[in-house]
């Protein structure tokens, strides 16, 4: 079977009279492997690595919502460096994490719940 995996982001902003292009992008791809999770991690405030389970090997694409009402989830690609967040009640997409890359994750002043969905690729 072919387009296993299946991707639609949009991102659309508007103020002042100017707006963003309201385009939404989709896309598809074979699924090379036969593992994929759905799975809930706690994140406390002491950073740690993403769990995608056991059997989830790289490259695989990955879901992250951080499913706190209160606080941001901070992540990165390398021990204690972090490139962004992910704002309470909102989520992240990494449509390809490479073999041997590792994403950190620490919380906000306190421990966070998230929803994790990774396929391989």
């Known amino acids: 079977m072919a387009n296993e995996i299946q991707v639609t982001t949009k991102l659309y902003s508007s103020k002042g009279g100017a ?3 309201n385009a939404t992008h989709n896309w598809t791809a074979n699924m090379s492997g036969s593992d994929l999770i759905t799975l809930t991690q706690v994140i406390g405030t002491t950073e740690e690595s993403l769990s995608v389970g056991p059997d989830v090997g790289a490259p695989y694409a990955v879901e992250v919502v951080n499913l706190d009402s209160t606080n941001y989830i901070e992540f990165g690609f390398s021990t204690g460096t972090y490139v962004g967040r992910i704002p309470a009640g909102q989520s992240m997409l990494i449509p390809y994490v ?3 890359v590792t994403v950190y994750l620490k919380a906000n ?4 719940n998230i929803l994790t969905t990774a396929t391989e690729l």
């Open 98 to 100: 490479a073999s041997g």
């Open 109 to 112: 002043t306190a421990a966070c």
């Open 19 to 21: 707006s963003t292009a």
